[in-house]
Each structure stands twice: as C-alpha cells, then as structure tokens.
C-alpha cells in the first residue's frame, strides 16, 4: 500500500485541475494544503512528484 498523504495529494491536485472556475479556488487550497502534507511525510521520489503537481496547480492560476 502506498503512501495515503501522497494519494490524497494527488487526489486533491486532479480535483483542482478539474474544478469549475467557480470553485477553482477553493480547490487548489485543499490541493496545496494536501501537498504540504504529504511532502514532510514523503520519500524523495514522491517528493520530486509532489513538485510537478505544485507546478501544475501553479500554472493553474496563471
């Protein structure tokens, strides 16, 4: 089994990636407040993933 923190990173980054305009925002919160989790509880693997979902969620808002 993997790392939960990790999944739900994810999870939450796929949801913000998919929000509605409306609830874009509201979205990318969760998705960045699940990514600070799972980054402190993450090998270095996951966290070199963890960034590029930062990334993505970064060029979201440009």
Known sequence: MGNQLFQE???FVDMAKSASTNDRQSAMEKAKNALS?????STIAEQSQLHEMQDEL???NS
């Open 37 to 41: 989790s799972a980054y402190a509880n």
């Open 9 to 11: 990173a994810r999870r």
């Open 58 to 60: 970064d060029h979201l």
